[in-house]
C-alpha cells in the first residue's frame, strides 16, 4: 500500500512520514527531494527558473510516473493535491492523510522561510493572513484525502493507529 500525506507547508508531512515509515519497515519518498535530486536544483531555484505553473507541472509529472514501491509513505508538496487531477489520482493509487494543522500552530513551525519560494518575504503576522487564505483555496482539496488527522501533536505511532482504524 501506498500512503499519500498531504496538507500545508510546515504540519511535519517529511518528518512524520519517515517515521511512519519507520514503523511500517517501508521506503519513504518525499517527493519534494525527488524533484531537486532529478532537477538539480532547490525548488525555490525551480520555481524562479520556470514560475509555479511550471513547477506545478513537473511535479504532478513526478507523482504520476514515479516508479514507487509496492508499500511506502510519500511527503508530497503542499500544493501538490490543488492542481490537475492529482488529488483523484492519489486517492486510486493508494492512501491519502491530511495532516491537518491551526494557521497559527503553522506560524510557529515556519521559521526558515527562505528555501519557501511563496512565503519568504513575509513576517508573522502577514504569514498568518496568508496561510489562512491559502487553507480556504485548498481545503476543498485537503478534505478529499480519506483519512484526516489532528497534525498538532502527532507522532508515528499515532499516526499508524489512525490509518488503521479507518480500514
Known sequence: MKIFLIGYMGCGKSTKAKQLAHRLDCPVIDLD??????????????????????FRDYESKMLKTYDYPETCVVATGGGLPCFFDNMEWMNAHGETVYLQMEPAALVSRLHNRQKRPLIKDLDDEQLLVFIKEKLQERDPFYTQAKIIVDAF??????????????R
Open 33 to 54: 527531494a525527488e524533484i531537486v535530486s532529478k532537477t538539480g536544483k532547490s525548488i525555490a531555484e525551480y520555481f524562479a527558473e520556470f514560475g509555479e505553473s511550471g
Open 153 to 166: 501533536d502527532l507522532d508515528g505511532e499515532k499516526l499508524e493507529e489512525a490509518i488503521k482504524k479507518s
